[in-house]
């Protein structure tokens, strides 16, 4: 079956520090990989995705790439601030022949980001 | 544009008790999906819809209906609320079946005695 793991935290840094968060992921087919991020009360919101291997997905300082070599969706970002304190969320999509299942999410890494 | 939206936000139910959570989109998408968010499980997907008339069991249905009779509604049902669906619950909707954004609504928060 379709799984995603990722660290779960929480993880503590401070202010512009460099942050990874490492996604790994186990599909039956070909994959699209997404990071979704939760903040307190609220819904999730998609932060990145990536459709196919060697992609990068960007937005907000934040980076991702499609490795399927090593089955990998490491979520990254240079300088972090407070603002971006959250739960992330890596997900995966699969088409087969009956169409998407919905997104496989990982547990959840809560970011917490000290001034 | 409102987006998702659900309601209830917060709700209490006996063991047994049935309720509907109201889910609606105004984004004219076809898909649409409830989840499920319990603490270290992440989501997992309960029923979704490719469509008005059209739905299908995601990871976890049992103990939950759901129906789509136009775009842009989806409710699910608890006929018979237990206390492992005491949980957060999502809605979702997208533009198309794969490959395109999710939005999500704000959540139910959802208590079974």
């Known amino acids: 079956g379709n799984s995603v793991t990722q660290m779960e935290g929480p993880v503590t840094l401070s202010e512009e520090a460099f942050l990874t968060i490492n996604c790994t992921y186990t599909?039956?087919?070909?994959?699209?990989l997404f990071w979704y991020v939760q903040y307190p009360g609220e819904g999730l919101q998609l932060l990145l995705k990536a459709t196919k291997a060697d992609d990068k997905g960007s937005n907000k300082g934040f980076e991702a790439t499609y490795r399927k070599e090593t089955t990998s969706f490491h979520l990254e970002k240079g300088s972090v601030q407070v603002s971006d304190s959250a739960v992330y969320f890596c997900a995966l999509e699969v088409v087969s022949g009956g169409g998407a299942d919905g997104l496989t999410f990982g547990k959840g890494t809560h970011l917490i980001i000290q001034p | 544009n409102a987006g998702v939206t659900q309601t209830p936000k917060f709700q209490v139910l006996k063991t047994g008790q049935s309720m509907t959570l109201q889910c609606a989109q105004d984004m004219n998408h076809e898909y649409m999906s409830w989840y499920r968010q319990d603490p270290g499980m992440g989501l997992r997907l309960i029923h979704y819809s490719v469509g008005a008339g059209i739905t299908d069991q995601g990871e976890v249905p049992n103990g939950y209906n759901v129906s789509r009779s136009t775009t842009e509604d989806f409710p699910l049902r608890l006929l018979s609320a237990a206390p492992s669906q005491t949980s957060v619950y999502f809605c979702?909707?997208?533009?198309?079946?794969?490959?395109?954004?999710?939005?999500f609504g704000p959540g139910t928060r959802l208590l079974v005695l």
């Open positions: 979702a909707s997208s533009s198309a079946e794969y490959q395109e954004t999710q939005y």
């Open positions: 599909a039956t087919g070909y994959p699209s």
